[in-house]
């Protein structure tokens, strides 16, 4: 059993090291890295492994939903992935917001009702209700995930792969906030998603099977039983709200919040970082 464990690391290691290198390289990688974790056990050491190289603190969590065909086998109907400090970045009204894209990668914009944390989470509390998650939100705020991954089939891989490439996540944009959120109907927090101008999707933060505040319970448990409990100050987001749209560099996506405002945003490439 210890030589299983052990070879597990390993894998864990080699996977980690090889998404975090492309990453901080801003190269593609023609295919999983790697053998395929077995299950999400196997793929959240990996990550877990990729946040202790990425020299950064994480700021938040993506939440994605794991598809049908998947969701079964995997024991799971949500995932989750980190996000990092330097890949915030902040809205302003009529102002088109840059972000970087793998070139050869995975991209695409997600419209996203997110919560901001206002008090860490207890230490120790592996356990959570809907209502205890909401106890420690500030506020919502109307955002953006700048869905992005070294590997352009990521998706099609499936699950496993995006947990162990950081939820398949490279970065948020913070938009206006939604004032009264918790008095609200979800059906009515509305927005639309265009790219280059055209439609491309349009949904409610009620889309989100539970509504946001299921997403934002699940990984205040999942994170708290890996060591890794909510902050004050994190973004959670809850899901994309009018899909997973893909973009190429040069490309202009723009998304409506009814009643709040726009953010705007444009693909380019992704430089070395550090």
Same mark, same amino acid.
């Given at each position: 059993?210890?030589?299983?464990?052990?070879?597990?690391?390993?894998?864990?290691?080699?996977?980690?090291?090889?998404?975090?290198?492309?990453?901080?390289?801003?190269?593609?990688?023609?295919?999983?890295?790697?053998?395929?974790?077995?299950?999400?056990?196997?793929?959240?050491?990996?990550?877990?492994?990729?946040?202790?190289?990425?020299?950064?603190?994480?700021?938040?969590?993506?939440?994605?939903?794991?598809?049908?065909?998947?969701? %079964?086998?995997? *024991?799971? /109907?949500?995932?989750?992935?980190? @996000?990092?400090?330097?890949?915030?970045? &902040?809205?302003? $009204?009529? #102002?088109?917001?840059?972000?970087?894209?793998?070139?050869?990668?995975?991209?695409?914009?997600?419209?996203?009702?997110?919560?901001?944390?206002?008090?860490?989470?207890?230490?120790?509390?592996?356990?959570?209700?809907?209502?205890?998650?909401?106890?420690?939100?500030?506020?919502?705020?109307?955002?953006?995930?700048?869905?992005?991954?070294?590997?352009?089939?990521?998706?099609?891989?499936?699950?496993?792969?995006?947990?162990?490439?950081?939820?398949?996540?490279?970065?948020?944009?913070?938009?206006?906030?939604?004032?009264?959120?918790?008095?609200?109907?979800?059906?009515?927090?509305?927005?639309?998603?265009?790219?280059?101008?055209?439609?491309?999707?349009?949904?409610?933060?009620?889309? %989100?099977?539970? *509504?946001? /505040?299921?997403?934002?319970?699940? @990984?205040?448990?999942?994170?708290?039983? &890996?060591?890794? $409990?909510? #902050?004050?100050?994190?973004?959670?987001?809850?899901?994309?709200?009018?899909?997973?749209?893909?973009?190429?560099?040069?490309?202009?996506?723009?998304?409506?919040?009814?009643?709040?405002?726009?953010?705007?945003?444009?693909?380019?490439?992704?430089?070395?970082?550090?």
């Amino acid at each position: 059993m210890e030589a299983v464990r052990k070879t597990q690391s390993l894998e864990a290691e080699t996977l980690a090291q090889a998404f975090v290198s492309a990453r901080l390289k801003g190269l593609s990688l023609p295919e999983f890295p790697g053998a395929l974790p077995a299950d999400l056990a196997e793929a959240y050491a990996v990550q877990d492994v990729a946040i202790a190289l990425w020299p950064d603190e994480v700021a938040g969590w993506k939440i994605g939903k794991i598809p049908p065909e998947h969701a %079964v086998k995997l *024991g799971a /109907v949500s995932l989750a992935g980190p @996000v990092f400090h330097k890949d915030v970045r &902040r809205f302003a $009204p009529d #102002k088109t917001v840059e972000y970087g894209i793998y070139m050869g990668g995975f991209a695409a914009v997600e419209a996203e009702f997110m919560f901001e944390i206002g008090e860490d989470a207890p230490p120790g509390k592996t356990s959570w209700t809907t209502a205890e998650a909401v106890a420690i939100v500030k506020r919502m705020i109307c955002g953006v995930e700048n869905a992005g991954s070294p590997l352009s089939t990521i998706n099609v891989v499936g699950p496993r792969a995006v947990v162990s490439d950081f939820g398949n996540n490279n970065g948020l944009i913070v938009g206006p906030e939604v004032p009264d959120w918790c008095e609200r109907d979800m059906s009515e927090l509305v927005c639309e998603t265009f790219i280059d101008g055209k439609s491309v999707g349009k949904g409610s933060a009620a889309n %989100v099977a539970g *509504g946001p /505040v299921e997403p934002l319970r699940f @990984v205040a448990e999942l994170c708290a039983k &890996r060591g890794l $409990p909510l #902050k004050a100050g994190m973004l959670i987001t809850t899901g994309a709200i009018t899909g997973i749209h893909d973009v190429g560099p040069g490309q202009i996506a723009r998304v409506e919040f009814k009643g709040f405002g726009a953010i705007q945003c444009t693909a380019i490439p992704l430089p070395v970082r550090s």
